[in-house]
């Protein structure tokens, strides 16, 4: 039986350079569960990655909605071709902090404001490490949250062209996961930059670094400096 294609539409600014880089982390058999992740998160201490993007312009945050239905489940979005930034690209709800608001309430806000998710059900596990993306120079804080059975969630179409259900046993899976090694902009060094290919859509750049970064927390494995 052949395997479906995978990947999507999105534009990707790869390098003529780049190169290959290591395979995915965990093995194939590996296996999330919610309850171990939440004990993880509840032990651990984010930190800050370095990406080699420049000092950030603003602070952001994402909210990474997990569920279980019945296997454990992560809430995506694809951005409408008309943003203005990372049109098109898979992403998390999230976004730029307003005055006076705290960045819990800033990923929130904008989990409301992209797919109508009601946040009183919402109830934060933990954060990830957090980072600077290179093209928006944001500086991102990535909580974690889990919501208590499958959201009812609608699109809005400013914004969120569809909202995606993925199963973290798809981004497990054999095939999905891909590395590269990229030249950071002025420098002879390289960085990772990470992919998962889904069946109609190709999650990559900070994205995937936080739902890889998801992944080994919640399998228990140690991320090395690379």
């Known amino acids: 039986m052949n395997q479906p294609e995978r990947g999507g539409p999105q ?13 995915a982390p965990w093995p194939h ?8 992740l939440e004990h993880r998160l509840s032990t651990r201490t984010p930190g800050y990655q370095k990406t080699g993007a420049p000092p950030p312009k603003r602070h952001s945050a994402v909210l990474i909605a997990l569920y279980s239905d019945p296997q454990p489940t992560v809430v995506l979005t694809r951005r409408t071709q008309q943003m203005r930034a990372h049109s098109g690209e898979v992403s998390f709800p999230g976004g730029g ?3 006076g608001e705290s960045l819990w309430d800033t990923a929130c806000r904008e989990a409301r404001e992209e797919i109508r998710l009601d946040t009183t059900l919402v ?6 490490d957090h980072l600077t993306t290179f093209s928006s120079q944001a500086r ?24 995606l259900h993925v199963p973290l ?3 497990l899976q ?33 994205t995937a670094n936080l739902l890889r970064q998801l992944l080994l927390t919640a399998l228990g494995l140690v991320e090395h400096d690379k």
């Open 11 to 23: 534009h990707i600014p790869r390098p003529h350079d780049w190169t290959a880089g290591s395979s």
């Open 29 to 36: 058999t590996a296996v999330v569960d919610l309850d171990l």
């Open 97 to 99: 902090q307003d005055p």
């Open 123 to 128: 109830r934060k596990i933990g954060e990830l």
């Open 140 to 163: 991102i804080v990535p909580y974690v949250a889990r919501l208590p059975q499958t959201p009812s969630l609608t699109a809005n179409p400013g914004e969120v062209e569809e909202i």
């Open 169 to 171: 046993s798809e981004l």
């Open 174 to 206: 054999p095939g999905v996961y891909s590395e590269e090694r990229w030249r950071w902009p002025g420098s002879d060094q390289q960085r990772p930059i990470y992919f998962f290919y889904l069946s109609d859509d190709t999650v990559w750049g900070a």
